[in-house]
């Protein structure tokens, strides 16, 4: 279990360091910042989210394909492209927390333990990082949950994904719960998974109740979910 939990941590240190594929040829001359999150009691145990400049991403976890399911050894990847308004504001907030050059984490006592979280920054000129549990600095702040919340809706599509093809009728339970975090702001950026969405629309052996769950989640996103 300690090696499985060290080698997952030298993983997401790489998504950190902006070595996942997806962002490998870009990392020299492109701006990235990236997220990474420990928190075995969580699901997913482990995680990283590298952005570059350009809007392009890779994600990396060990979360369950299914609810009952334990994490799978081989790591799940993704690579994505975000929209340039929610791409701006995370390289605006990685200004206002000065590229993370500096403490992050709070030191007040009495702070639950919410898993060791990174944010790392680094250009061709500047590379820098810091590592926290959980920071009174707004922009870090909003960050952590900008990047959790990608994470939500990314792990939603691989299960959406996965429930598609071997079990239809609990995409209803996932796809309520996905809009109902969405709708909340809670799950961020659905177009990532669009794909699956129009897939799940368009086929006629689904039920029209999950059909119209996911016209419903391609609908808020097209009108500005981010």
Known sequence: ??????????????VGLGLVAGVRARAETVPT???????PASDPAHYGISVSSDGHASYVS?????????????????DFTLSSATTSHIFDLAQKANYFAGELDSKK??????????????????????TYNYSLA??????????????????????LEYEYHYQKLALDDELKSLEDLANRND?????????????????????????????RLLALDAAGNK
């Open 109 to 130: 006592k009495g702070i639950a333990v919410t898993g060791e979280k990174t944010l790392s920054y680094k250009d061709s000129q500047r590379s820098s990082s810091a």
């Open 33 to 39: 910042v990236a997220f990474t999150c420990d928190f």
């Open 187 to 215: 799950a961020r950026e659905v177009k990532i998974i669009a794909p699956t969405l129009q897939k799940i629309l368009n086929d006629p052996s689904v039920m029209n109740t999950i059909r119209a769950r996911a016209q």
């Open 138 to 159: 707004p922009p870090v702040q909003e960050l952590t949950a900008l990047f959790q919340s990608l994470s939500v809706t990314l792990e939603f599509g691989r299960r």
């Open 1 to 14: 279990m300690e090696l499985k939990r060290a080698r997952w941590i030298l993983l997401i240190g790489l």
């Open 62 to 78: 060990d979360g369950k394909l299914t609810r009952d399911s334990q994490p799978d050894d081989q790591p799940y990847s993704s």
